[in-house]
């Protein structure tokens, strides 16, 4: 029976470790993540490299960034279809002394709300100051035409027989 060596250690630690998988390293970069608005894949080969001494592959970074991304914001797909359940669900409990008008068009097959989109808005304010929205639009850029085509929507919606105001935002 060996009580005490006395020789060198001759094994090596192997950085690349392959338990380091994208799911893992998507776990681990979720908090930095969610508080990060731009977090890039070189900061998470160093996050890894500083923090638990091991080296993956960019694309496995890549990958990881995909996943974490995913789960603090969510799928954009998944998301959007999900509001043709929200339109048959306010249309199912609205009462008759609660109107509520939905009209939703399918978008432009080129706009992809992942890939960007302008959302356009209007709101109302009541008399306690508290705004709610009215109505919102995705269009691909922001542009007359496409403020044109939402406001006359809106107005359908609203009616033209009262004055309304309008205010923007938009600092020209």
Known sequence: MMKTWHGTHSCTRDP?????????????????MSTSDHMKVNDILTHVRKNFSVNISFWRAWKAKQMAKEIVEGNAAR???LLWRYSAELRRVSDDGNTCKITMERPHPTLQPRYGGQLLIAVGRDPNDQYFPLAFGV???????????????LLEDIGQEKRWVFISDQQK
Do not use: C, G, H, P
């Open 79 to 81: 998301q959007y279809n």
């Open 139 to 153: 269009v691909e850029t922001e542009t007359k035409e496409s403020w044109r085509w939402f406001l006359t929507l």
């Open 16 to 32: 690349n470790n392959k338990t380091a998988t994208a799911k893992w390293v998507a776990q681990s970069i979720l908090n930095t």
